[in-house]
């Protein structure tokens, strides 16, 4: 590949990703921190729901919101011999719903879903964030998002979902996998949710 080609990669992701940020809903994000700083007054937990990059982001967000919002949190991607026994006896579909239910997820708590599609039946497309998600709302849980493209069934059943702009199809996945970790850190180091200083901040 010419070195014309390769900056040309550079420069368009880096344009992208500023126009991105640009059209970020701000409403939306606004709304996740008021949901979150609710649930951590009422002492709900919070469930991160991902698949592949965005289980790796919702592995990643337990971390933060545990740590430094003092925010209970779990996924169930955390843990591997359970999430494969589910699969394995139950079905795809059923595995997130199937621990859900076992962690009791009640109106207390939130699900928060990472992902770049949020969710389509229809086409198959993580239908177990859909079953996911079913449960959340029949159990009355709140329910955030992240997510990309259209939102799919995430972005229609969410509290409050933050779409990330797919400004260029062939980047769809890149770009939303980035900003779910860019809009989560975002969430966590806000002043209305930080309870414990993140250790490079607080070193002098």
Not at 69 to 97: C, K, M
Not at 133 to 140: D, T, V, Y
Not at 156 to 182: G, K, R, S, W, Y
């Amino acid at each position: 590949m010419a070195a014309a080609e390769l900056d040309q990669h550079v420069e368009s992701y880096l344009h992208e990703a500023g126009l991105i940020c640009s059209q970020l809903s701000q409403s939306q994000i606004r709304a996740i921190i008021e949901g979150l700083v609710r649930l951590r007054e009422a002492g709900g937990r919070l469930f991160f729901l991902g698949v592949g990059g965005s289980a790796a982001n919702a592995s990643h967000a337990v971390n933060d919101f545990r740590k430094i919002a003092q925010i209970e949190s779990y996924a169930p991607t955390d843990n591997v011999a359970e999430l494969t026994a589910r699969i394995n006896d139950d079905g795809w579909n059923r595995s997130y719903a199937g621990w859900l239910g076992v962690s009791k997820l009640s109106s207390r708590d939130a699900v928060f879903v990472l992902s770049v599609g949020g969710g389509d039946e229809r086409r198959g497309v993580s239908a177990n964030l859909v079953e996911a998600l079913r449960l959340a709302r029949e159990r009355g849980a709140a329910i955030y998002g992240i997510v990309g493209r259209d939102g799919g069934y995430t972005a229609q059943v969410a509290d409050a979902c933050v779409v990330v702009p797919p400004l260029n199809p062939a980047m769809i996945t890149p770009h939303t996998e980035a900003f779910q970790a860019v809009i989560c850190h975002l969430i966590v180091s806000h002043p209305a949710l930080v309870m414990n200083p993140m250790k490079w901040e607080s070193v002098r």
